[in-house]
């Protein structure tokens, strides 16, 4: 299948897409029916204020993912995640049930109760969600199916919170309402029935009940990977920030652009198309792999985006009557508006799905459900502080567009924060901008570099852009080994020490910094790292490939790992080559957007890995393109 939308036809992925979009969209069908229901009739329930209803109905449904993530965790790595999601499905037929009964009988302690109920629901069927998608997909789906997925999530919010408002304004009892949830966690189950086995990582772990010591031990299985639990409190912030502008809809739409009901709908219904389309671009811009560059990028979007809403928020259009779309929507200043939720959403896509799939990827396999389960359990916590900090702002009266404002710049912080701690998110980006703002970068066979383990990776040296290319290019984080001369360059410098480059020098200019150097290529390979040199020594000065110094010998002695020739074409010529003599003199010396290829060869076994052989892989891996 090519493309990520071919996975919709695939037996692997298409069962669990359908299976977790028809929850979804139950979830916020019943969810949402009840509240305006509560809100509408409450009369007819209790005595109760529908504000305070409201806000309980929600506390309510997200409980259970504080009481119960750590325990559905265990059972997604204890049992089949296919059959846990089948029993998740009878679970939700039953709890439909539940609220028919609640309907017949106007009983809001039994409605609640069904509520919480659903809540756990989504809390079982969590983990495995997302731990569910590396048992199926390849590594280079992954971004994909997290992109549907994330797309298909937001998609069946948007159509059940509108469902589920229908339903309650114009059935004539609402028994209708659980009806309907019934029908669709009916279909649910039979869709799941589809989703291949996804054997248990871990059959023989003790479930323990314990929420509180679990999700500390949960958490703690996160922190063992850096990267991937700042990835998580990532992903938490997003929740955050997303559920903060989701919550202040209704109250915008009304106090700020003085619409109705219908305009929250289009807020709404504009956000998640957003949402949507970015998480469907990202597997285009990363190139069908975990492209982690695109975070920060997702993030100035956020950041950007967020303040021009500000800015863009129209003063004195609220009245003592709701204007009609139509009459709104011939106004200049609501399309900035638009725009800026949609881009909100698009950047929100970039920022969230190779969070996604990163945790996935790095997570491991026997820890990867309660990871996930760790991860519900801070996006909860991150959402309720959100809520109630939003609530503080406003109640001390704060406007809403300052506060979408305040949001965005605290978003600025966070990001910058977590790109202190974790250089790699940003040095992605830089890499991922750069080839992509310069030049069209073609790949050929990096399949050939390993998932995992140690190797070590030979290229050819053309330009001072050659290692973020291949940095840019590459699945996995590289070592470079690298003159120590090109450190005196500010931008590449900042790169290259913050991504582990090992500076190296001659024996006749500095011996010591050279066995350094040997040392510190030693210690990478043998933690299972990528290392990557430029065995000519130096960048060319006429284009053609010098000979292989014998350092590669050394480097195999000590460390015999598995060798992976490569080659970059099309750089000779760019301002970064020394084609004039010294580099970098005359900018756009080609233009933007040039064309250049970096090719890989199956890997070479160390035994066998000569100075001599692998030149002359490299030069017909370049051909005659220098």
């Not at 329930?45 to 929600?58: D, G, H, S, V």
């Not at 919170?161 to 189950?189: K, R």
Request: hydrophobic residues 55%; charged residues 15%.
């Amino acid at each position: 299948m090519s493309g990520q939308f071919g996975l919709l036809k695939s037996p692997r992925f298409a069962p669990f897409f359908g299976t977790q979009f028809l929850g979804a969209f139950n979830d916020n069908l019943f969810k949402n029916a009840l509240i305006v229901l509560l809100t509408f009739q409450t009369a007819q329930w209790t005595t109760l204020k529908p504000e305070l209803l409201a806000n309980l109905a929600a506390g309510i449904f997200i409980l259970p993912f504080f009481l119960f993530s750590a325990t559905a965790g265990q059972l997604a790595d204890k049992y089949d995640k296919a059959m846990l999601a089948r029993l998740v499905k009878v679970l939700e037929i039953f709890i439909m049930g539940i609220a028919a009964v609640g309907f017949a009988v106007k009983s809001l302690p039994v409605l609640m109760g069904a509520l919480f109920l659903l809540g756990l629901h989504s809390t079982l069927f969590g983990p495995v969600k997302y731990a569910i998608l590396p048992q199926h997909l390849h590594n280079d789906e992954l971004v994909g199916g997290n992109a549907l997925i994330e797309a298909g999530t937001f998609v069946a919010i948007l159509i059940g919170t509108l469902a589920g408002g229908l339903l309650a304004g114009s059935v004539e009892h609402p028994m209708w309402i659980a009806v309907g949830g019934l029908l669709v966690a009916v279909i649910g189950y039979l869709t799941s029935r589809g989703i291949p086995p996804a054997p248990a990582p871990v059959p023989e772990l003790k479930v323990s009940l314990n929420p509180i010591s679990e999700t500390w031990n949960n958490i703690n299985f996160a922190r063992q990977n850096r990267t991937v639990f700042l990835s998580i409190l990532g992903i938490s912030w997003f929740w955050l920030y997303g559920a903060l502008f989701l919550a202040q809809f209704p109250a915008y739409a009304k106090n700020v652009l003085g619409g109705g009901e219908s305009t929250v709908t289009l807020l709404l219904a504009t956000f998640t198309v957003g949402i949507g389309l970015g998480s469907l671009l990202c597997e285009r811009m990363s190139g069908k792999r975990v492209e982690i560059g695109l975070v920060p990028f997702g993030s100035i979007g956020l950041t950007l985006f967020g303040i021009d809403l500000f800015f863009a928020s129209p003063v004195g259009l609220a009245g003592t009557t709701p204007h009609e779309l139509l009459a709104l929507l011939s106004l200049p200043a609501i399309w900035r508006v638009l725009f800026d939720l949609v881009m909100l959403g698009v950047f929100g896509g970039f920022f969230i799905v190779p969070l996604y799939a990163l945790v996935q990827l790095r997570s491991s396999p026997e820890h990867r459900a309660r990871i996930i389960a760790a991860n519900n359990i801070l996006n909860a916590l991150f959402m309720v502080v959100g809520a109630l900090g939003a609530a503080s702002l406003l109640e001390a009266g704060l406007s809403i567009p300052l506060l979408f404002g305040i949001a965005a710049l605290a978003n600025a912080l966070v990001a910058v924060y977590i790109y202190t701690l974790v250089p790699e998110f940003l040095l992605r980006f830089i890499a991922w901008l750069m080839v992509r703002a310069i030049y069209r970068l073609r790949t050929e066979g990096l399949a050939h570099i390993p998932e995992e383990g140690a190797a070590l990776l030979v290229s050819n040296h053309v330009s001072f852009a050659d290692a973020v290319v291949i940095m840019g290019a590459s699945p996995r984080p590289i070592r470079f080994v690298m003159d120590y001369r090109i450190f005196k360059y500010p931008l590449l410098s900042y790169i290259f020490r913050h991504c582990g480059a090992i500076p190296i020098a001659s024996a006749k200019d500095d011996p010591a910094m050279m066995e350094r150097a040997f040392a510190e290529v030693g210690k990478a390979l043998e933690a299972g790292e990528l290392v990557a040199i430029f065995p000519e020594g130096g960048i060319t000065r006429d284009g053609e490939l010098q000979t292989f110094r014998p350092g590669i010998t050394r480097i195999l002695a000590a460390n015999p790992v598995p060798v992976v020739p490569m080659a970059l074409a099309g750089l000779w010529g760019s301002y970064f080559s020394r084609i004039d003599g010294d580099a970098m003199k005359t900018p756009f010396r080609r233009g933007l957007f040039s064309r250049i290829s970096l090719r890989a060869a199956p890997p070479v076994a160390a035994e066998v890995a000569t100075p001599e052989q692998l030149h002359d892989m490299v030069l017909a891996l370049r051909g005659a393109e220098k």
